[in-house]
């Protein structure tokens, strides 16, 4: 018997997304709705499993952790990447990683969604008309104002074309990005402080890195116009989230909106949960019914190839040839 976890399943819809049975009787599923924050939780829940299937980066897998499971044989993650699993950690202890692909999309298509529920109020008009009110707020319109985007990889140029759909002038910068690149995509390249000081909508499409872990600070908020918004659907350290706090409480900025966080699930007392300047979805920029499908629907396959011995999408394919060593 094969037993096999799927984690962070917090819809509970894991199991309905995939073909689970197409991988035989001698296999045992549990998927896990709840969210563990404590690593030695964690090692106590997974360690009699051979194989785990994590949602993006919800639960972190370093090296201590790993190490702690000494059953595992298979880690899959949703996505080609995972900045949360310790791949080099994985491929020292003989555990074979393998990724599914994913639908960049669905992340621009949210990115909208916030920008267009911060600057038109959706959520507090959809709240006041339900409490018997009428009218309460004044949105501003996107026609003619600058679109900002910081870092213009897939998902920044195709906020950037629907930007340009909405009638905004486009700006970019990140620290490789070409005039050329720019232009591509309908941008105009600008250096740092530009970015920041024109931007009527600034918004974010990096990768975490060192490089940008904190580029977003008090610093470069305070180059914002006071009427510009923030929004960050990439990843929560890249904007200081106190120095943020800070601006939308003073002022500096008028609004942001965000889809991930320093710490997900977002602590119960944070205060991104009360400034009413803010509209905050829980990290869906990928949770999608298209994406769980092709999420959940790999997975399988990665777990069938690998039982049959032949193991496919694999990130660490060093600690293949190590088993064949043996």
């Known amino acids: 018997m094969v037993h096999i976890a799927v984690l962070d399943d917090y819809q509970d819809v894991a199991l309905k997304m995939a073909d689970w049975s197409a ?55 949703t996505g080609m990447s995972n900045a949360a699993i310790d791949v080099d950690g994985a491929t020292a202890l003989g555990i074979t990683a393998c990724g599914t692909e994913g639908r960049k999309h669905t992340t621009a298509e949210l990115t909208w969604g916030l920008i267009l529920a911060l600057v038109r109020h959706i959520p507090q008009e959809d ?25 213009l990889g897939t998902i920044g140029a ?43 909508v600034l918004t974010i499409h990096l990768v975490l890195s060192e490089r940008t872990r904190g580029l977003v600070g008090a610093r470069e908020m305070a180059l914002m116009k006071p009427t510009a918004c923030l929004i960050n659907t990439s990843r929560g350290p890249i904007v200081d989230e106190a120095a943020l706090v800070d601006a939308l409480r003073r002022g500096i900025v008028a609004g942001a909106a965000l889809d991930v966080f320093d710490e997900e699930p977002l602590p119960p007392d944070h205060p991104f949960r009360r400034l009413p300047n803010m509209v905050v979805t829980p990290h869906v920029g990928y949770v999608t019914a298209e994406n769980y499908r092709l999420f959940y629907g790999q997975a399988v396959e990665d777990i069938q190839a690998f039982l049959r011995g032949d193991p496919i999408r694999v990130l660490n394919p060093a600690v293949l040839a190590s088993e064949r060593r043996r």
């Open 23 to 77: 991988l035989g009787p001698q296999i045992a599923i549990r998927a896990f709705q709840d969210h563990l924050q404590d690593m030695d939780a964690v090692a106590a829940r997974l360690r009699l499993f051979e194989v785990i299937v994590a949602m993006r980066e919800r639960t972190p897998f370093p090296r201590a952790l790993l190490e702690q499971l000494p059953a595992l044989r298979l880690l899959v993650t």
């Open 127 to 151: 709240r006041a008309i339900r409490e018997g009110q009428w009218q309460m707020t004044v949105g501003t319109a996107l026609r003619g104002k600058v679109l900002g985007i910081l870092g």
């Open 158 to 200: 195709q906020v950037a074309a629907v930007g340009r759909a909405f009638g905004m002038p486009v700006i970019a910068w990140s620290q490789n990005l070409t005039a050329q690149r720019a232009a591509e995509c309908g941008a105009t390249l600008v250096t740092r402080d530009r970015l920041f000081t024109e931007a009527d």
